[in-house]
């Protein structure tokens, strides 16, 4: 008996196919947009692992009245950094400036937010490049790919010229604003009227004590305080990728209430016949999977469309896509509920009637 009803449900779908398909698409298009944000919020938490990398220090010594590097302007003296240099734990010591800044390509292109940073050339924090080479001269910039920059272009700072030797990849902060680095000493012309300042002393090696009026923080603190900024928009992405999996449960739990409803004299002929309502509602439950599986196709590739069409980066991490399917299952059967519920409940007295 089981096979049988289960053998009329996916007979069912096929007769009822346009409808099907319909639901599909749609429910896919949700779970598409539940990935994308999925990736989006990965994205965060990538970037900020990509840009404390890129700076590749063990410790970093900023004033003692912030938290981190990337969240205040208050800066300490760049001569700092050879005194920390002299430490017998530490094996390289360089002063960085990090601050907002804006870039245009041409004199007539829309200004673009980016993050600059300024590293004295061969020293920590001097960026590792994806392709072309690092910082080696005044007047000389290493770009992120998402500015859709080349190589030996000239772009504007702050006012000034530089011309683009190197890029990154996907060294950003702050939800996607790109990194720039220029030279420390351009860095410190182009904002800080040349004065010798520094955000931070970035260490390689292991400084002890901390001179005074300033402390040390580890690559751990400087990735939380990057992270704090974005904590209430990370919380709204969460939120709204649960508001997706509801909709997605409405869409799926409506169609298969609505064929349960044109089916119920299929159900009552069932019971008639001995078929058990156990058996009634597996069949609603192979609809759902089989609808909760082809959409989890549609979605995924409806995420590599969509992901590419988003202004941020968006990196849908392997686990996500692998328990995806699992996912739109469990919820497809709990929405299938209210049809499962109809389907038992039919009475046989119905499959005689006129």
Partial sequence: MLRSVLFVSLRDLQWRRRRFLIGVFAAGLVFALALVI?????????????????????QWVVSEKVAGPFTASTLIASALAPKIAADPGVKQASAIVLLRNTLKKTPTSSLRDIGMIGAEPGGVGSPAVADGRTLQHDGEAVVDKSLN???GEEITVAGSPFRVVGRTDGVTYFAGIPAVFITLRDAQRVSLVSQPLASAIVVRGHLA???ETTHIVSNDMVRADLRRPLKNGAGTIDTMRFLLWVVAAGIIGSILYIQAIERTRDFAVFKAIGVTGRSLASGMAIQAIVLALLATVV???????????MPIRVEVPDSALVLMPAVAIVISVIASLLG????????????FGG
């Avoid at 999925?38 to 063990?58: H, K, M, P, W, Y």
């Avoid at 499962?340 to 499959?351: F, I, K, L």
């Fill in 340 to 351: 499962m519920r109809r389907a038992v409940s039919v009475d046989p007295a119905m499959a």
């Fill in 299 to 309: 979605a995924i590739i409806l995420s590599y469309v969509l992901g590419p069409l």
């Fill in 149 to 151: 920059i080349g190589l």
């Fill in 38 to 58: 999925t990736g989006i919020s990965q994205s965060f938490r990538n970037e900020v692992n990509r840009t404390v990398g890129a700076i590749d220090a063990d």
């Fill in 209 to 211: 004590q901390a001179p």
